[in-house]
Structures are given as C-alpha cells and as structure tokens.
C-alpha cells in the first residue's frame, strides 16, 4: 500500500498579538439559524437563573448578520407538523438517508424535539407560509411525507433569518461584533476554554486582532463549501469553526460524507463560487429529470423516483451525464400549476407563471436573470456541493472533547445526518441542538480561566493556492472518488502546506482553514473504501457494513493529522420494520 503524504500543520494561525482584549461570559461563533438559537437562549436562560451577575453573551460573524448560508436556505424546515405525520416516520426517513451511519439517540432528539422548537421558531415571529389558515407543508427527497415548512414561497431561510436578527437585535444583553473572523482558542492550564482571538475588520478600537476573555465557546460557523470550486455556500464558508477545533484538539467526525445537491444551476464549466440552488422543493411540486434525449431517467432508479434520496439523485444525474457526455442534466417544471393536459395558450402560461411566482419567486428570478424561463424552459442542472454532514463531534447537549467549547450546525457532528443529510433536516438540527445547548451551558459555565499565552508558528499559506486546492478537491475528492484520485489530491495538497504567506490577512487565513480541513476531508475519504450514502467510490462500488460501518475521527496530534476508525454498528433497519401510515398501508 503506497504512502500518502503526512504534513506538518501549524497548530495555530500565525497573527499578530491581539492589539485589544475584551470580556464575555460566552462567545458565540456564527449568526445563521444556529448561532443565533444558541445566543438567544443561552441569554434567556442566563436572565432566568436566580443568581443572575449580569453574565454576557457575545456573537461573533465574519461578515454581516446574515451572510451565512441559513440566509440562502430555500426548502424549508423539516418536522413532523402534518396531519398523519408522526416523529418516528420522521426518524425513519431520517435513518434511510443517512444509509446506517446515523447516531440513532441523535435523531430521535431531532424528530422528537423537532416540531415544538419549530413552533417556537413561529412564536418568535418567523412567518411560514399558509393555506386556508393550515400551515402549508411540502414534500423533499427522502420524505415519506409533506413536512418541509416553508416560507415566501422559497425564501425559507431569509425569513427565518430576518426573525432571529430581529430577536437578538431586541436583546439588550447580546452584544454583536460584524466582520470577525475567529482564529484560534485560548485555552486554560486545564485544557478549557478561556476565549478565542478575532481579527475585527473596522469596529473603532477594536479594530485588527483581539483576543475576547471568556468561560465558554458556541462554534455555529458553518460549512466548508469554498473547499470545491462551486457550491450553493456562500463565500464566508471556508471552514473556519471545523479547523479551529482541529487546532485546538477536538475531534472532526464524517468528514467524507460532503453532500451533493443534485440540482445547481449550471452555469458553465468556469462558473465558480456560490451557484444558483433549485430547490427540491420544486421536485416536490412535481418537477422531473430529463436528459438530453427527453427521457426521464429517475424512474425505476428508487420507488421515490425524483424524489429519492439526494445522494441517489445525484448519482443518477452523474451517470447519465457521463453516459451522454453532457455537462449537466436537465429540470423540467414547465408544466407546475397547471393541469397536465392543458392546451398550450395563454391561460395556461397565465396559470404557470401565478404558480412559479408564488411558490418559487427567488428561483424564478434567478433563473430568469440567467436567460432561462422555468415556467416555458428547461433548467440546466448538475450537482454542487452543498452541506457538510460531518464535523466537529458533539454529544446529545453539544458538547465537544474540549471543557467549554460546543459546536452546533453545520460545524457540528451531532450523529444525525450519518452519511447523507436527508433534506431540510440543517435548519432543524441548528434549532434542536442550539436549544439543547442552552439547556446546560449556563449550569456549566467553568470559572474565568487565564489564558496560556497564544505560541505563534508560522506557517499559514498563500491566498493564491485556493484556486489549486479548490481543483484538486473538485476533481478527484467531489461526486465520484477513487483511491488513486485521492492518493494523488492528498500529494497535491501536502505540497501547498509549504507554501507559507508572506504576511498575514483574512484571505491567507481562510485557505490555511481550507487546507486544514480538505486534507482531513480527503484522508477520510481515502481511509473510507466503501460505497455509502454521499460518499462514492468507484473502486469500491458496494456499502461495506462488515468492514466499514463506523465513523473515521481526525485529529491534529502534534501538529499532524491523526485518523481513528471508531465501529458502529449500522442504523438505518432500526425500529423501521413495524412503521405504519395513518392510512394503514405500510410505509
Ligand atoms: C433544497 O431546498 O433543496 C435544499 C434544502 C436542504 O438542503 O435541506
């Protein structure tokens, strides 16, 4: 067996000694859906306790309140609202999709606690979308059942987000502090949490790098999607949480298992960065596949058809795209909202468009700035990264390995998401598991610690290997991987690790993060040689529960990459066998 490569990684981020120090009893990292749940009820819960010392809450965000990808969420939110819905199909939708890599007290938490925290998300003035009243609820790959809430039509996200900024803006005790971008933990003589350095872009004296003192830590940073050349991320996701914890010692969990969505928007072999997402949603209002021969390809593929599990969509478009050496595949939901036999006049077209400006306006509108109608053309799609469903490992309450620091969201591996991420499951396990952690952090909190001083190793590399980096990962760690692609991506990124900047900056920062966290990500890969979920190999067709059922934890030891394969036993046959519909047909 050929060696791969074993770099020598910086332990922490070259920077300057902070120019200003600041305090608060708990920082919060990130502003999307979860960072923002954990800082308003973390405050709340804090106002609450009898012993309130005025005890402070900070949120930091690398660029404005809601820049992160919670904003750009269009599906919706999932859980178990409708009539005939039960958590435990929930659960069973949940497990079937994660293809028996899930952590089953993990989403039962999820589905159980999943619809009283959406109601709350309503009680704090997010506004869904109704029908006559009733909460319209739709349908996504995976789901058995209508259960994805939605807002605006497809703005999902935007609102949610719009609710939660207003509530925290609102809060007097939360502070916010924009455009910061977190470099590394302080850590205590006890190995606990003592604060975290910033570099602050322009807030008056707390401008340049800070160090904030503090007893607890809430990484809700989000995902690594700027590690592929095009992704539905936005561009603040470079992996910043996930490789601060791996600097500071915490365990990164399924990493490999990085989800497709399998219809981007495709915009042309150079279109790099964030892409348009078309929703799944709009599969769930009865779009379908097609090739470039009109066929559609996803029946007979799954008994949901278009409507399979995102990872088995995502195959399907990759082999016909190979089969028909086509870059992309093609959305057809011309005919959505009206009836299928409708002639082809003016009513008709009245009919779809009400439809699609209804239901799906931003993508509508996306599309249309991008010269293709939705409601007379065919959508050109193929798939783009989208979620990162491994992370930084927590328990049930959000605790990682380090005493003080937590990790929710996409930063996070809670064990919910096993190898594939059913759909608008993220918002939910932000809001479920950013709750929990609310619940013990304020019992927790450890006493002020004093700061080790911060060791400065050089060692970040140059902004320009991004492109490089962002390549290598595209091409040989994206939809379909082998061992010799991975070997060879591993090479090539081991060599950018001594490409050390010249100076520091946000821009070198961030590609040090992203070189962190795709050689972790590949060397999981690699380690994985089996089929599953997300993760496909082709030299490795077939899952492998005898082999390879288990998670591969990484950890930075001595400032290399240590790998751990820790066995689990698969989970998605648990409790599904006895599952009945309220219609009494078995599910
Ligand atoms: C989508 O709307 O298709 C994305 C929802 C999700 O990622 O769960």
């Not at 599906?75 to 949940?94: F, M, S």
């Not at 490089?468 to 060879?488: D, F, S, W, Y």
């Not at 821009?507 to 050689?519: D, F, G, I, K, P």
Request: hydrophobic share 40%.
């Amino acid at each position: 067996m050929p060696t791969t490569p074993d770099p020598l990684l910086p332990g922490r981020l070259t920077a300057p000694e902070p120019g200003w120090v600041t305090r608060s009893d708990v920082v919060v990292i990130g502003s999307g859906i979860a960072g923002l749940t954990a800082a308003l009820r973390i405050d709340a819960e804090l106002r609450a306790r009898a012993d309130d010392d005025g005890a402070t809450v900070m949120v930091v965000t690398k660029d404005v309140l809601n820049a992160g990808s919670t904003q750009w969420a269009q599906g919706g939110i999932a859980a178990a609202l409708g009539p005939g819905d039960t958590p435990e199909q929930h659960e069973r939708d949940t497990l079937v999709a994660g293809a028996g890599a899930c952590d089953l007290e993990a989403v039962r938490v999820l589905v159980n606690e999943g619809p009283a925290a959406v109601r709350e998300l309503i009680a704090l003035g997010t506004r869904f979308d109704h029908h006559d009243g009733v909460l319209s609820l739709t349908r996504e790959g995976g789901h058995h059942r209508d259960r994805i809430a939605h807002a605006g039509g497809d703005a999902t996200g935007a609102e949610i987000q719009r609710a939660l900024i207003a509530a925290v803006e609102a809060a007097p005790s939360i502070e916010v502090i924009q455009h910061a971008l977190a470099l590394d933990l302080l850590r205590d003589a006890d190995g606990g949490v003592a604060g975290v350095t910033l570099h602050v872009i322009g807030e008056g004296q707390r401008d340049g790098v800070g160090a904030v003192h503090c007893r607890a830590v809430v990484l809700a940073s989000g995902g690594i999607g700027q590690v592929f050349s095009a992704s539905t991320n936005p561009a603040v996701s470079t992996g910043d949480g996930m490789a601060l914890a791996l600097r500071a010692g915490a365990r990164l969990r399924d990493l490999e298992f990085v989800q497709f969505h399998p219809t981007v928007m495709y915009l042309g072999a150079d279109s790099s960065g964030q892409q348009p997402l078309i929703s799944e949603a709009v599969r769930g209002e009865g779009a379908v596949l097609v090739d470039f021969d009109g066929g559609r390809f996803m029946q007979g593929q799954h008994e949901l058809a278009d409507l399979a599990p995102r990872d088995v969509v995502a195959k399907a478009i990759t082999r016909r795209m190979h089969e028909q050496d086509r870059p992309h595949m093609w959305l057809d939901g011309r005919h959505l909202g009206a009836p299928a036999d409708a002639p082809l006049d003016a009513t008709t077209l009245e009919q779809r468009t009400a439809f699609w400006e209804r239901r799906f306006p931003t993508i509508l509108s996306t599309c249309r700035s991008h010269g293709v109608d939705p409601v007379v053309d065919l959508i050109p799609v193929a798939p783009a990264e989208h979620y990162a469903s491994g992370g930084v490992v927590t328990d049930l309450w959000g605790r990682t390995d380090i005493p003080g620091l937590y990790a929710t969201g996409e930063a996070a591996c809670s064990g919910v998401h096993g190898a594939n991420r059913l759909a608008s499951n993220s918002l939910l396990e932000g809001l479920v598991f950013s709750r929990r952690i609310a619940q013990v952090l304020p019992g927790e909190l450890r006493s002020w610690g004093a700061p080790l001083p911060d060791v400065r190793v050089p060692g970040i590399v140059r902004a320009d290997v991004r492109p490089g980096l962002q390549a290598a990962m595209t091409g040989r760690v994206g939809v379909l991987r082998n061992e010799a692609g991975l070997r060879q991506a591993l090479t090539e990124l081991a060599t950018m690790v001594d490409e050390v900047a010249p100076e520091v900056g946000v821009a070198a920062w961030e590609t040090t993060n992203l070189l962190q966290v795709s050689l972790a990500l590949a060397g999981a890969a690699l380690a994985r040689a089996e089929t599953r979920g997300s993760h496909w190999r082709e030299d490795h067709p077939e899952r492998d529960d005898v082999a390879c059922a288990g998670h591969h934890d990484t950890t930075l030891a001595d400032r290399r990459l240590r790998r751990e394969f820790r066995p689990s036993p698969a989970t998605d046959t648990v409790g599904t066998a006895d599952l009945v519909s309220t219609e009494g047909a078995a599910l």
